[in-house]
């Protein structure tokens, strides 16, 4: 053990009865919650936010160990700094992003604590689960449908008989991490085509029986475009990814291909979201995730869900408390932890 203080682990996250949840899971651990109201989405599925009180500011401090959302790890660094932790151990985060904290930082520091961020497999499932969900809802006109049938309007019907399989498709995943790599699995059980696209070279061999041809970076992006009929954005949010897929990129898409974003909204500005779908580029854009919302709610080839791909409440969270607790146990025997940040990479 680390110190007196390890047996005690601070909790704050908009994730319903986390702590209580821990506590089940870590009965010989003090779980300390710290309250969360006002925090996370309202009714029109905008997030939330609101400054800590000083009590909350206070058992932050106290922290050795830390499970918690992004987004108030990130106002404590902001507002009181990296001294202000001193206490601090390891924080893990409830997400898989971490780029709000990492915003936070100067480039070429590295906070003074472990940071390790949800990879957890249930999260994983959870994602590929939607992506497919999403393919075949548009493939098989289901939104459509849906609105015919409240308009009582049966006329057109048959043309909704004409739809692609999966196994028709060619779908390019950008980023194969855990995430990408279960998504890519899942699409290549379906019998898809699967391309990918990573960041630095790799064994083609390593992801070989779940994706067809692999692309590297930025050089590798229009050759990845070529063919795909939908393209899954997998990929965090750092320097080099954010305006990935802007400018005039996707003029090289030859298949028209609909964008699935469930990694972060600012792969691709609004106002270039907008215009490739004007000028053809994408056919449709199913989004979880968006740089902003304002221009996107009337368009009718966009699809917007509520930050859903992943977050279902009570299943999410005994995805967390498993990964956490099996961490945990690494933490207490000094062993390295699961999901470090790669400094580096950002995330």
């Given at each position: ?48 936010e ?26 404590v ?24 904290v ?16 949800s ?78 696209l990573v ?42 990814t ?53 221009f ?7 699809v ?34 699961t ?7 950002g995330?």
């Open positions: 053990m680390t110190s007196q203080t390890a047996n005690t682990v601070h909790v704050f996250s908009v994730i319903p009865a986390l702590a209580d949840a821990l506590s089940k899971g870590l009965p010989d651990t003090t779980v300390v919650n710290v309250r969360s109201h006002g925090f996370g989405f309202n009714d029109h599925q905008r997030k939330t609101r400054d800590l009180t000083d009590k909350e500011l206070n058992l932050f401090s106290e922290a050795e160990i830390l499970l918690c959302d992004p987004q108030s790890l990130t106002q660094l902001v507002r009181k700094g990296f001294n202000f932790l001193a206490r601090l151990r390891w924080a893990h985060t409830t997400w898989a992003g971490v780029d709000t990492m915003k936070t930082l100067s480039p070429g520091t590295e906070l003074p604590f472990a940071l390790t961020r990879t957890t497999d249930g999260l994983a499932r959870l994602m590929a689960e939607y992506v497919v969900g999403q393919i075949v809802s548009h493939e098989r006109g289901w939104m459509a449908t849906y609105m015919k049938q409240i308009n009582k309007d049966c006329r057109g019907w048959h043309t909704f008989h004409s739809f692609r399989g999966l196994d028709q498709l060619t779908v390019g995943v950008m980023g194969l991490g855990k995430i990408g790599l279960t998504t890519a699995k899942v699409l290549k059980g379906f019998g898809c085509r699967v391309h990918g960041r630095t070279p790799r064994s083609h061999s390593s992801v070989e029986p779940f994706v067809n041809q692999l692309w590297y970076g930025q050089e590798g992006l229009a050759d990845f475009l070529k063919d795909c009929d939908y393209l899954v954005n997998l990929l965090p949010s750092t320097p080099l954010r305006g990935l897929l802007g400018d005039a990129v996707l003029s090289g898409a030859s298949r028209r291909p609909v964008l699935v974003n469930v990694g972060r909204g600012d792969i691709i500005t609004e106002v270039d979201l907008l215009k490739a779908l004007k000028q053809g580029w994408l056919s449709a854009a199913l989004i979880d995730c968006f740089e902003k919302e304002s996107l709610w009337t368009h009718p080839r966009v917007m869900t509520p930050h859903n791909s992943c977050f279902n409440n009570e299943g999410y969270k005994h995805h967390i408390v498993k990964e956490f607790s099996a961490n945990f146990e690494n933490y207490l025997a000094g062993h390295p932890l999901g470090q940040i790669d400094w580096q990479a995330y």
